[in-house]
């Protein structure tokens, strides 16, 4: 019996993983530039973290997480999203003393039993980030500019930034109540799923994707108009910083989000190219969370996109620019010249260039083809004849110029012709 991968799941292949590794390096420098440093959280954590961190009512812990028990008796859940265990390892791990701001980024597979379909899987992967310690909406500005700075330092400009604000402990419950009495006229023409979901999370109901709650949800009474001072005047604020850094942005107060700790800012990026699934990346504010798990009052603000979605948006000229070829074939006829072809491909891998060669001992021809089918910028010859005059040929496969490199001097001859690309020498 063929074994076969999960549904939802997806193997990265090599010929896909330069891409991969490029964003997720990207990320590293641009998130590092805004003071931001790595955490790496356990991919399963016990069940109760991420039903009472994402909420009791949300879809992903009703429906979609991946929970087991162990052999402990201990129930245990794959983490469907990165937030509750940050906040787990931020109050476990102290990393609120001394009081500053914390700024960490993750990245790694999250696991969510959802309906796969394009752009939607059950093993996906995020890139995260989480600021700890602040109310301030410069936090929620700046965070937001960097990542569309991230965005735009991979080439992708037609991105919409939707942004909202949720309200806060104070300003929400009136609000709800509201929302519920105004939902409780329209119930009968509402989904089934709102029908269920409206007494214990209204605020869904905005955001159902059902074409004619989507009609109702227009007409029912916004956050927006009953955000009290305080929230007023934070989202007020965070949209002027937007605005000086000229990041555009559209406010969408429907915009609510599917999991259950936001509060005050909320925003997500989309992107046409995505179809259906078009969130590239959602996040913002949860200032209760860490407290309702008994850490200290800390306000925090984060975001993840997907990195799935966001590779298959990457537009062509920049995939094009992420450089993975090798840089040198070195062709290897006859037996003599093995040892040599070996000390030479090893003194060069050392010194930073990425060599391929020929195991075995296949003719010219067959050599060449392979380092073409590689698309090795240069190809060196090593024959018996080049041995003995002490003299190789190093060929550009671009434009087809020959040099001349003495077998004495031959990795800094190459070193000189061949230019190293960052790489670190051994
Ligand atoms: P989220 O909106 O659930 O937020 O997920 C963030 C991103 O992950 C989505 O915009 C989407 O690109 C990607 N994503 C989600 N589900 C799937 C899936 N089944 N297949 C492929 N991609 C998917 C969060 O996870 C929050 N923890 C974000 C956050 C961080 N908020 C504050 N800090």
Redesign the pocket.
């Known amino acids: 019996m063929k074994i076969k991968s999960i549904r939802g799941v997806k193997d990265i292949l090599p010929g896909e993983i330069a891409k991969w590794q490029w964003v997720e390096g990207m990320a590293r420098d641009v998130f590092s530039r805004y003071g931001f440093k790595e955490i790496r959280v356990p991919i399963f954590e016990s069940t109760s973290l991420f039903a009472r961190g994402i909420g009791e009512t949300s879809d992903i812990v009703e429906k979609e997480m991946y929970t087991f028990e162990d052999r402990g008796g201990e129930q245990i859940t794959l983490r469907p999203?990165?937030?509750a265990s940050v906040v787990r390892a931020y109050i476990e791990n102290k990393m609120h003393h001394p009081p500053s701001l914390v700024k960490v980024y993750y990245m790694g597979p999250m696991f969510?039993y959802?309906r796969p379909q394009a752009?939607?899987?059950r093993q996906?992967y995020?890139i995260?980030v989480?600021a700890m310690g602040s109310d301030s909406p410069l936090v929620d500005a700046e965070t937001m500019g960097m990542l569309i700075e991230f965005f735009k330092s991979m080439g992708l400009n037609d991105l919409q930034l939707e942004i909202n604000s949720l309200g806060c402990k104070e300003c929400r419950p009136q609000y709800r109540e509201t929302l519920k009495n105004a939902i409780r006229q329209h119930l009968d023409a509402l989904c089934n799923n709102c029908q269920q979901r409206y007494e214990r999370n209204p605020l869904r109901v905005l955001d159902c994707k059902v074409e004619e709650d989507r009609k109702i949800a227009e007409s029912l009474p916004k956050m927006g108009d009953s955000l009290c001072d305080n929230c007023q005047s934070h989202f007020t604020q965070v949209q002027s910083y937007l605005t000086t850094i000229n990041t555009p942005f559209s406010i969408n107060p429907l915009l609510v989000?599917?999991?259950d700790y936001y509060s005050r800012t909320t925003f997500e990026v989309t992107s046409s190219g995505l179809g259906s699934q078009n969130?590239?990346?959602?996040?913002?504010r949860?200032d209760d969370l860490v407290e309702e798990f008994d850490g200290p009052s800390t306000p925090c603000f984060?975001?993840?996109?997907?990195l799935?979605?966001l590779i298959s948006v990457l537009p062509a000229e920049t995939v094009e620019s992420i450089e993975t070829d090798p840089d040198l074939f070195i062709v290897c006829l006859g037996a003599e010249a093995d040892g040599e072809c070996y000390r030479i491909a090893h003194e060069l891998r050392r010194k930073g260039l990425k060599v391929e060669r020929d195991y075995e001992a296949s003719s010219m021809k067959s050599q060449m083809r392979k380092a073409n089918n590689k698309n090795c910028a240069y190809v060196l010859i090593v024959g018996e004849n080049e041995l003995k005059s002490g003299t190789l040929q190093l060929k550009n496969m671009k434009d087809g110029q020959q040099n001349d490199v003495s077998l004495n001097s031959v990795t800094q001859d190459i070193l000189n012709i061949i230019p190293l690309k960052n790489q670190a020498s051994l």
């Open positions: 999203e990165g937030t969510r959802e752009g939607r899987f996906f995020q995260g989480e989000r599917g999991l969130a590239l990346c959602g996040g913002g949860y984060g975001f993840a996109l997907g799935e979605r």
